[in-house]
């Protein structure tokens, strides 16, 4: 990355009260933004939305988002059936086309999620059959990020993903503490070392308080760490607190947007 890009994301993050953190898996000491170690034409950039969500919930990002990069986007609703129910316009044209996955049954809960793991894995598989695309990039926000981190660790043949960016995410549910481990964080270390040593992650935690970003602990977004930490090529945390930090404003939060633009679409 070139030092002015670089520049330019700490000026946005201190700006606005975003703080960030790096952890590397690597020898690397300086903090840097991580580029993909592997990128294809065609890499399509898919946004999934937490419990409740449906394709609608990140218009209010896109539209906010550079609209270079955010021309059309295809909206698909994994139906309870593993029938896909789409709209919109997945765009060929570009590099990084805008796919936006979410599910009939949105609900909150371990085996729902687990549920929505499974039907994620199908809709990429036939998605990726029918627009030509081997790789992408993925955006998850709260449970959206449990969904892609299972998938990363369970993709099978399927599209690989490269690049991941969670919003929020409970890794370790409702646990202000890293030692009290969930059932959800006990099932993603346990696939742990399936994961791509291509892959490269972003987690993104807001915090109002100390401890939390009024819903989710940040302890438990914290939690990622032990998911990722020389698993893959490189991971980082961000923090971003003060405006707009809540988790129910996380995904139109001015630091993520442009954390977004510039990691996701570039």
């Not at 994620?120 to 993925?138: C, E, P, V």
Request: hydrophobic share 40%; with cysteine; glycine share 10%.
């Amino acid at each position: 990355m070139k030092k002015w890009q670089w520049l330019l994301i700490c000026i946005l993050c201190f700006g606005i009260g975003g703080v960030i953190g790096h952890v590397a898996t690597g020898p690397t000491t300086v903090p840097s933004i991580i580029q993909p170690t592997s990128a294809t034409a065609n890499q399509p950039v898919i946004f999934v939305p937490g419990s409740n969500g449906t394709v609608e919930g990140f218009n209010g990002t896109f539209a906010k988002l550079n609209r270079q990069a955010i021309r059309h986007v295809l909206k698909v609703t994994v139906l309870k059936n593993g029938h896909l129910k789409t709209s919109g316009r997945f765009d060929q044209k570009i590099q990084h086309p805008v796919i936006v996955v979410a599910f009939e049954n949105n609900a909150d809960g371990n085996e729902n999620v687990f549920k929505q793991s499974e039907w994620f894995k199908l809709a990429a598989g036939k998605l990726a059959k029918q627009y030509h695309f081997t790789h992408f990039g993925g955006v998850g926000y709260s449970n959206g990020g449990l969904v892609l981190t299972r998938y990363a660790e369970r993709s099978g043949s399927g599209p690989k993903i490269t690049r991941l960016l969670t919003l929020g995410t409970p890794y370790n549910g409702m646990s202000e503490h890293i030692t009290q481990e969930t059932p959800m964080l006990a099932d993603l270390k346990s696939r742990r070392q399936h994961l791509s040593k291509d892959l490269v992650v972003y987690s993104v935690g807001g915090t109002i308080n100390d401890k939390n970003d009024g819903i989710v602990p940040a302890a438990s977004v914290a939690a990622g760490r032990l998911i990722f930490q020389k698993q893959v090529a490189d991971y980082m945390t961000i923090s971003v607190s003060q405006h707009h930090a809540a988790h129910t404003e996380l995904p139109d939060n001015p630091t993520v947007i442009s954390l977004i633009q510039l990691l996701m679409f570039k």
